[in-house]
């Protein structure tokens, strides 16, 4: 039983030897994806793509973000999270858990992050807006993307 145990943990650390995602994963420039229809707050999403060695999405390319939001739309996901935050210094945006800020590419919504109030600290696909990007309350309850780098058990 603990050897079965112990495969399957392995199973979860890597995909097959061909860099394929795993099942019910989606592809896109070297990066799997997975997207849950389960709405949780900012707080519990990220642990949540932890279980699956992933992370909340970060959004790199203006073709990264294009394929996200076709990828939503035919989901019809609404209002949906990502990795962003200016939780750990204000005003200042990075991509969680990398801490890594964010690039020349955006798609902030005209007038936004707004940090509505002080307390809109984490970045959403905002479906009203045409998934523009908007700043949210992390206590908001929404839909999430989980990333993750295609790795093959063969790449060590």
Request: with cysteine.
């Amino acid at each position: 039983m603990l050897r079965i145990v112990f495969l399957l943990a392995l199973t979860a650390q890597c995909v097959s030897s061909d860099g394929e995602c795993p099942l019910g994963w989606k592809e896109f420039q070297d990066h799997c994806y997975a997207f849950f229809e389960e709405k949780v707050n900012w707080l519990v999403a990220g642990p949540a793509c932890d279980v699956y060695n992933s992370y909340l999405v970060k959004i790199d390319s203006a073709a990264e973000n294009e394929w996200l939001v076709s990828q939503l739309k035919s989901l019809n996901f609404k209002d949906t999270f990502t990795g962003g935050s200016q939780r750990l210094h204000t005003f200042s945006w990075e991509w969680v858990p990398s801490l890594e800020k964010f690039g020349s590419y955006s798609n902030w919504l005209a007038g936004e992050p707004n940090f509505g109030s002080g307390v809109e600290t984490v970045l959403q696909f905002w479906s009203a807006n045409n998934y523009k990007w908007n700043d949210v309350r992390p206590s908001r309850e929404l839909t999430f993307v989980c990333e993750r780098a295609i790795k093959s058990c063969d790449d060590d």
